[in-house]
């Protein structure tokens, strides 16, 4: 259950992947949503960072979704490891790019308001009926 993206081209920088993450949560959450990255590991990616959203459900200020933090995590991102690219024939001299996922269960979780990540493999079939022709906010 997962969706992810990989943008490669002349010069690919960091700053491109947080402002493309951005957007994108922004996109779904609204123009409030701010972001955090956490330095993390992936093995295809150099450097690496976990990207946690602001809670959508109480904007930040902490409640049982969150945990009290006022963050969700999304997901993991980084710069693509140079060794991947020349893997498949780029010239690591020219190219880079970045690389990300993020769950899909989470982000129907958080569009729909739905307070539980569980109950999307409950196979509840009252629950599921509710989403029948619902557009998410």
Not at 55 to 62: A, I, N, R, T, V
Not at 108 to 134: K, P
Request: hydrophobic share 35%; proline share 4%; with cysteine.
């Amino acid at each position: 259950h997962q969706c992810e993206g990989l943008y490669v081209d002349k010069g690919v920088t960091m700053s491109e992947l947080k402002g493309t993450l951005l957007s994108f949560y922004r996109e779904l959450f609204g123009q409030q949503t701010k972001l955090r990255f956490r330095p993390h590991f992936f093995p295809f990616t150099e450097p690496s960072a976990e990207v946690d959203v602001t809670c959508p459900f109480c904007k930040g200020e902490g409640c049982r979704i969150c945990k009290n933090t006022g963050w969700l995590e999304m997901g993991g991102c980084g710069m693509v490891d140079p060794n991947v690219l020349a893997g498949v024939g780029y010239d690591t001299e020219v190219y880079t790019g970045f690389a990300f996922g993020l769950g899909i269960d989470r982000i129907a979780m958080l569009s729909f308001g739905i307070q539980n990540i569980r109950l999307l493999t409950d196979s509840d079939v009252r629950f599921l009926r509710q989403f029948s022709g619902i557009t998410p906010r």
